[in-house]
């Protein structure tokens, strides 16, 4: 799993991320294939200042 997606994930199972918006979408890829897109935007509950 893709490191960004596990934080998105642990994001929103502790409720530091509110979900706002998820978008699925295919487009045709090379040789007849089809590639699923997902998106999410999420907003931030609480922010963090990094040290």
């Known amino acids: 799993m893709n490191k960004y997606l596990a934080e998105l ?3 929103l199972e ?3 991320f509110d979900l706002v918006q998820t978008t699925l979408s295919n487009r045709e890829g090379e040789n007849d294939s089809v590639e699923t897109v997902y998106s999410f935007m999420v907003k931030m509950k609480t922010p963090t200042t990094k040290k």
């Open 9 to 11: 994930i642990e994001g």
């Open 14 to 16: 502790s409720g530091a």
